[in-house]
């Protein structure tokens, strides 16, 4: 068919109504199954790459001690992330066995203009302009921006460097739940406040409604080491966290 590459993002995030069970089966399905499938039926059509967008869930949900990098022992935080994981090992094996090489990439949270999931739920909540709980947070969390994703996209689609290596990938700079925030509602032009709550109170009052998974996403570190990203490919990030941002205004 003339495809030499393909860059696989197509993927089953979000858990809807039903049991446990059923929800582990459908991240199966897509995700591990289905990525599989696509990766032998490329293969088989001569296909010479193929690029997984996996997920930071494959290392782990927090990093305490110190930033994550290719080299940590996976530790998938939920059925999603196992998921995508299980699909990493089976596109190395499969690269392995044929000619075809593989390339795998694990972003954090993905923002910018129509982007989905967290970054779509977060924006809808910023822009009823209701005061937040999330000022003085001092966590230190990776973010990709959409167009640093593409970008390191691009680089690796022809970099024979890449060959059946994993990367994580972020914007180079952690920044803590309050910077984010802040830098959001200021490229956005939003009245949103950000008020100080401690901390240890709101983590209580998560766990008692049932958002006891939240508290990691907010206050935990996330911490990401990318220097395999900038030194083996020479990738270096194309756009700040306020230009991208902004961006986010521009598109409304």
């Not at 197509?10 to 039903?18: I, K, N, R, T, Y």
């Not at 970008?151 to 984010?180: C, E, R, W």
């Amino acid at each position: 068919m003339g495809v030499s590459h393909v860059v696989h993002c197509a993927a089953h995030v979000h858990v809807f109504q039903g049991d446990a069970d059923s929800s582990v089966d459908s991240f199966c399905e897509v995700n591990s199954l289905g990525t599989i499938n696509l990766a032998r039926q490329a293969a088989r059509a001569g296909v010479e790459r193929f690029i997984f967008i996996s997920t930071i869930g494959v290392n782990g949900n927090v990093s305490n001690d110190k930033p994550f990098s290719e080299t940590d022992e996976p530790n998938p935080h939920n059925a999603y992330a196992q998921s995508k994981w299980e699909a990493e090992k089976a596109l190395m094996q499969l690269a392995a066995e044929t000619e075809m090489d593989v390339v795998i990439i694990r972003p954090p949270m993905t923002y910018g203009p129509d982007a989905p999931g967290n970054f779509s739920t977060l924006l809808r909540i910023l822009k009823k302009q209701w005061p937040l709980p999330f000022a003085g947070v001092r966590n230190q969390r990776a973010f990709v921006a959409v167009e640093n994703l593409v970008s390191f996209i691009a680089v690796v689609l022809p970099h024979p460097a890449a060959k059946n290596q994993t990367y994580l990938i972020s914007d180079g700079d952690d920044v803590s739940l309050t910077m984010f925030l802040s830098t959001l509602i200021q490229a956005m032009q939003l009245k949103t406040a950000l008020f100080y709550f401690p901390a240890t109170i709101l983590r209580h009052l998560l766990k008692l409604v049932g958002k006891g998974n939240m508290v990691d996403q907010l206050y935990g570190n996330l911490a990401l080491d990318i220097t395999k990203a900038k030194t083996q490919l020479q990738w270096e990030p194309v756009i700040t966290m306020s230009e991208q941002m902004k961006k986010c205004r521009d598109v409304e």
